[in-house]
């Protein structure tokens, strides 16, 4: 069992730059893997980047070179750090966990980019 808390949404204007974070209630160093998911109104949940325990990561096409996952062990955290915003990257942030029993979910954080 683990809760996850995003936190670090807001407003920002097109070309800005936030970090989102991802507070685990335990360690998280036996995850292999965590996610940051979104979604826009109106569109489906999408992956946009992930991170391994070896700190492999992996990025949607529409966010590679703008945003960088990392994951601090000590802290129980995984950041998303989100330069060059676009009023496409707007919608609810979710951190994700997959494990063999299920996958635990945030509540979510908004972010807003406006134009």
């Known amino acids: 069992q683990v809760q996850l808390v995003e936190s670090g949404g807001g407003l920002v204007q097109a070309g800005g730059s936030l970090s989102v974070s991802c507070a685990a209630s335990?360690?998280?160093?036996?995850?292999?893997?965590m996610d940051w998911y979104r979604q826009a109104p109106g569109k489906q949940r999408e992956l946009v980047a992930n991170?391994?325990?070896?700190?492999?990561?992996n990025y949607a096409d529409s966010v590679k070179g703008r945003f960088f996952i990392t994951r601090d062990s000590a802290k129980n955290t995984v950041f998303l750090q989100m330069n060059s915003l676009e009023p496409e990257d707007t919608g609810v942030y979710y951190c994700?966990?997959?494990?063999?029993?299920?996958?635990?979910w945030g509540q979510g954080t908004q972010v807003t980019v406006s134009s």
């Open positions: 991170i391994t325990n070896y700190g492999r990561t």
């Open positions: 335990r360690s998280i160093f036996s995850f292999n893997l």
């Open positions: 994700r966990v997959p494990t063999s029993i299920r996958d635990y």
